[in-house]
């Protein structure tokens, strides 16, 4: 059973650029969470889909935007890119009723 | 909001000692699973425990979830240096996870 892949694994932009990443979820799973971890603000919710529909959403500026696809494979926008945004981004894969969430191995985003 | 605080927020151990980390939180949790995270990756899902009271062991590593199930424990026995990483506790309820703020346990050969 294939695990929870997530591209690109590295990612270099420049400020005021936007940046897409994707997430596909382990087979079945039809929930998908996205999390920003940083050094000092460790793990933080972005939002979560479920069944194509954003189910919850982390405190974070409209610029973070995302998305779910029939498939259950989600893709995470970020637009207006700021020095902030320099992150680990971690997409994690549940069945959505609540059991254990299952991590990719993230993208990191570097912004220069 | 449903936080998890853990501690000690950092340990520095030698080879071979035993530590515990703690994850504490005010809020009932209908399951809890702890993580362990090495730089620049993905957590990995070292276990879920989901009954009060419960306790796992997975070879050196032993988790207990209070009876409550507000707080659980993670003991490691004999630490080696490949235990190193940020080890991460998370609650779920109703289809919600909360994370714990992580500790980061650095074991000296």
């Known amino acids: 059973k294939a695990g929870v892949t997530q591209t690109p694994r590295y990612l270099i932009k420049t400020r005021g650029q936007q940046v897409t990443l994707s997430c596909s979820p382990i087979s079945g799973h039809r929930s998908v969470s996205w999390y920003q971890q940083t050094p000092g603000q460790g793990l933080q919710f972005l939002f979560e889909y479920f069944s194509e529909t954003q189910r919850n959403k982390g405190n974070f500026p409209g610029r973070f935007s995302g998305r779910q696809f029939s498939n259950s494979r989600s893709e995470m926008n970020v637009s207006t890119l700021e020095l902030g945004d320099s992150a680990l981004y971690l997409c994690a894969s549940s069945s959505g009723l609540g059991t254990e969430a299952f991590f990719g191995q993230g993208t990191r985003l570097t912004v220069v | 909001t449903q936080l998890l605080e853990q501690s000690p927020q950092f340990l520095s151990i030698q080879e071979g000692e035993n530590l515990t980390v703690y994850c504490n939180s005010s809020s009932v949790f209908s399951s809890l699973q702890w993580y362990r995270q090495e730089p620049g990756e993905g957590p990995v899902l070292l276990v879920t425990?989901?009954?009060?009271?419960e306790v796992k062991k997975l070879k050196r590593l032993t988790f207990q979830f209070g009876d409550a199930r507000k707080d659980s424990s993670l003991h490691i026995t004999a630490a080696q240096p490949g235990d190193t990483g940020l080890y991460l506790c998370a609650g779920a309820t109703g289809n919600q996870f909360y994370f714990g703020t992580g500790t980061s346990l650095t074991v000296i050969p």
């Open positions: 425990v989901v009954t009060g009271g």
